[in-house]
C-alpha cells in the first residue's frame, strides 16, 4: 500500500471522528473539561506534595512531573490507539471478520484503524505538553526520542497480547 493512499486512510477517519465529536458537542466538550481538570489536579497534587517537603528518594518536581508526562503518553497511545484490540474477539464471535476479510486491507488493522481515538490522543499529545513545559525540565531530545520509541512499542506488545487472547475466540468462543 502506498504512502498516500494511507495517508489519505487517516485522513478521512479523522474527519469522520471530528463529525463525530462535532455531532456529540455535550460529550466532546466534558471530555476536553475532564481531561483539562485531570491536567491541573495531577499538577497541583505533585506540587502541593513537593512543597509540603515530602520527598521521593532521588527524585525532584521536575523529574516527577517528566515521569508523569511521559506515564500519560503510555496511557494515551494505549486507550487511545491499541485498546480496541481487547474488543477484536466480538469480529470474531460475531462473525464480522468473514465479511471484514473480502475488502483490501488487512481485517486487524482496519479494525484498529477505525477505533482510534484521534482527538483522545490529540488531547493527550497536549497534555504532555502542558505537563512537561510546566515542569521546566530541560530535556534531552534523543533521550525524548527514546522515550517515546520505548512507549510506543510497549503499547505495541501489549495490543499483540490482547489480539493473541482474542483470537481465543476462534476456539472459545467469547473470551
Not at 491541573?40 to 520527598?55: K, T
Request: proline share 1%; aromatic share 18%; with cysteine.
Amino acid at each position: 500500500m502506498s504512502f498516500k493512499r494511507t495517508y489519505n486512510i487517516f485522513k478521512e477517519l479523522f474527519k469522520f471522528r471530528f463529525r463525530i465529536m462535532k455531532t456529540f458537542k455535550l460529550d466532546s466538550i466534558l471530555s476536553i473539561a475532564s481531561n483539562i481538570i485531570s491536567l491541573v489536579g495531577s499538577i497541583l497534587f505533585w506540587l502541593l506534595i513537593s512543597e509540603s517537603g515530602f520527598e521521593l528518594a532521588g527524585w525532584s518536581y521536575r523529574d516527577v512531573l517528566v515521569f508523569v508526562a511521559l506515564s500519560e503518553m503510555f496511557y494515551g497511545f494505549e486507550q487511545n490507539v491499541f485498546a480496541s484490540a481487547s474488543e477484536f474477539w466480538r469480529v470474531i464471535y460475531t462473525g464480522g471478520l468473514d465479511v471484514q476479510m473480502v475488502r483490501p486491507f488487512d481485517v486487524r488493522v482496519r479494525f484498529i484503524l477505525m477505533n482510534i481515538d484521534y482527538v483522545g490522543l490529540l488531547l493527550s499529545f497536549v497534555k504532555v505538553g502542558v505537563i512537561i513545559m510546566v515542569s521546566g525540565a530541560r530535556l534531552v531530545f534523543s533521550k525524548m526520542l527514546l522515550a517515546i520509541l520505548v512507549i510506543f512499542v510497549a503499547c505495541y506488545v501489549l495490543m499483540l497480547i490482547r489480539l493473541m487472547v482474542s483470537y481465543l475466540a476462534f476456539k472459545y468462543g467469547k473470551t
